[in-house]
């Protein structure tokens, strides 16, 4: 053999084979895909358009949709002028499936997407005074509970104070 040439196999293969690189991109496209499980919390209200809060989030107005990450013991409260505030203690289990190991397998091994959708409804109940009105107002609210302070002898001195319209 001649010392300027090479033997056949002394020549370098290309950079990996589709053998080799074919299992590093299907891995590559399964963690790309991992963790696509959507957690969802809907809330309706009778009527709609309450101010919703989640925990210490104002998270919007009824009807709504809010993409949530973590199960456990969670405050769902509801505002709407006129009407009661609505608020209540959730307990959001996870499934079965959300549960450790087998999150780890739904999540990162079998990336199918799932979706946890919980559906709240709530019907508020309407604010009545004293005489059955509706849409008690704020202001004869505070007169009428200054007026019985005075009377039990608890007055010291009248706050001035207005409500502003539209706060819970």
Known sequence: MHPTTTP???????????RQVLPSLLCGAFLLCGCRTRRILAVESVPPGALVRFDEEIIGH?????????????R?????????????????DPPLRARFPLDVI?????????????????????DRGE?????????????????????????????NSTPIDGCP
């Open 106 to 126: 739904w999540e990162l091994i079998i990336p199918l997407g799932r979706t946890d959708r919980r559906l709240y409804h709530v019907e508020l109940q309407r």
């Open 62 to 74: 009824t009807p709504l949709e809010h993409e949530f990450v973590h199960y456990g013991k969670r």
């Open 131 to 159: 005489d059955g009105e509706d849409n008690v107002r704020v202001d004869i609210f505070l007169e009428r509970a200054w007026a019985r302070r005075e009377a039990a002898g608890k007055a010291d001195e009248k706050p």
């Open 8 to 18: 056949h196999h002394a020549h370098p293969k290309p950079l990996g084979s589709w």
């Open 76 to 92: 769902l409260t509801l505002y709407l002028p006129g009407y009661h505030t609505w608020s209540e203690r959730l307990d959001l």
